[in-house]
């Protein structure tokens, strides 16, 4: 019989709408959890209170409020506290099957050869924006177990290797994630593939948010040295490049000329393969025009956050410091 616990630990901040229905999820558990930690990072609009009341009445929940902690500080505040050998972690804004648990965690329980595990997620559209931006972020896991890694939305690993790694990367807004599990499979860490373990999740819905998603994306792979200026620079410049020649058409009608050539060369290398997979699902004269502004958007976004992340690598020490100290072991948490 095994010794193995379990905690689920999550980070929240103005998650009220719904809190309720990410607690439920866990309560609703086939494989119960021993402990339930959630941490939240300063809500404003009503979260801790409902928190508390679940506190209140299950036993199993534990609520820590950290105000002002990004992700990697939240984690690490709720792995720290939680008693259990198996941790499992999943983001606010996401629902849990009813056996995400059970099989999430079942690799881990089963035997000492993986440390960690990655499941997998469906997206849940409540309009056509989110249904083509899900589409287009939908990604798959590596078959190949050298290649796999583990995110924070869905996946589960041994405390002991969360105390080898050293924690989450607490200087990390994005990335964090990461970062973490590329150091724990610097450190031999092998990495499970659970696809029954699932979470639905919600695309951001409007064009703004998803933008800013994709910005600090690109601003957190900057940050940890994993964008490569070269590709940046050129994406950058074929996108300035049409923004440009379009603000100075009107001045220079030939400008134009510019514009759909710049388009078509995009169009053939970077929208009609996504166009393609997206009409595979969704057959609908409206599929290029969606796909092509989600396309187009997050990949602007993207590359200015790459940029940006770059530039606060170069200039700012904190960053490329603490990614040293970080990868060779010797960061560790407050």
Same mark, same amino acid.
């Given at each position: 019989m095994t010794s193995e616990t379990v905690a689920v630990v999550t980070t929240v901040l103005n998650e009220r709408e719904g809190i309720r229905v990410l607690l439920d999820g866990f309560l609703a558990q086939t494989r119960k959890p021993e402990e339930i930690v959630v941490v939240d990072g300063g809500s404003t609009d009503g979260t801790i209170e409902v928190l508390r009341g679940y506190a209140e009445r299950h036993p199993s929940i534990r609520v820590l409020v950290e105000r002002g902690a990004n992700i990697a500080r939240g984690?690490?505040?709720?792995?720290?506290?939680?008693?259990?050998?198996?941790?499992?972690?999943?983001?606010?804004?996401?629902?849990?099957?009813?056996?995400?648990?059970?099989?999430?965690?079942?690799?881990?329980?089963?035997? &000492? !050869?993986?440390?960690? =595990?990655?499941?997998?997620? /469906?997206?849940?559209?409540?309009?056509?924006?989110?249904? +083509?931006?899900?589409?287009?972020?939908t990604s798959t896991n590596a078959s190949v177990e050298e290649d796999r890694v583990f995110h924070g939305r869905n996946s589960a690993f041994r405390k002991s290797l969360w105390q080898a790694v050293g924690g989450y990367p607490e200087w990390l807004y994005t990335a964090e994630d990461t970062l973490f599990a590329q150091r724990a499979k610097a450190l031999g860490c092998r990495v499970a593939? &659970? !696809?029954?373990?699932? =979470?639905?999740?919600?695309? /951001?819905?409007?064009?703004?948010?998803?933008?800013?998603? +994709?910005?600090?994306?690109?601003?957190?792979?900057?940050?940890i040295g994993m964008s490569q200026a070269a590709a940046v620079r050129y994406h950058l410049r074929n996108h300035l490049l049409w923004m440009m020649a379009?603000?100075?058409?009107p001045l220079m009608p030939a400008l134009l000329l510019v514009v759909g050539a710049v388009w078509a060369y995009l169009y053939l290398n970077m929208l009609r393969p996504a166009i393609a997979q997206a009409q595979q699902t969704v057959a609908s004269p409206w599929t290029p025009v969606w796909v092509g502004l989600i396309v187009m958007v997050r990949s602007m976004a993207n590359h200015v956050g790459q940029a940006y992340g770059m530039w606060e690598y170069s200039r700012?020490?904190?960053?490329?410091?603490?990614?040293?100290?970080?990868?060779?072991?010797?960061?560790?948490?407050?």
């Open positions: 984690r690490n505040v709720g792995i720290r506290a939680a008693s259990a050998t198996i941790i499992a972690v999943t983001d606010g804004g996401c629902r849990p099957e009813l056996d995400w648990l059970q099989e999430l965690v079942r690799p881990l329980v089963d035997g &000492a !050869e993986y440390g960690a =595990v990655t499941g997998a997620r /469906r997206i849940v559209a409540s309009n056509r924006f989110e249904k +083509y931006a899900g589409l287009l972020s593939l &659970a !696809e029954s373990a699932v =979470v639905s999740w919600r695309p /951001r819905p409007t064009l703004r948010k998803l933008a800013k998603q +994709y910005f600090l994306y690109g601003r957190g792979t900057g940050r379009l603000l100075l058409s700012q020490p904190i960053f490329s410091q603490s990614l040293q100290a970080y990868r060779s072991g010797q960061w560790r948490m407050d």
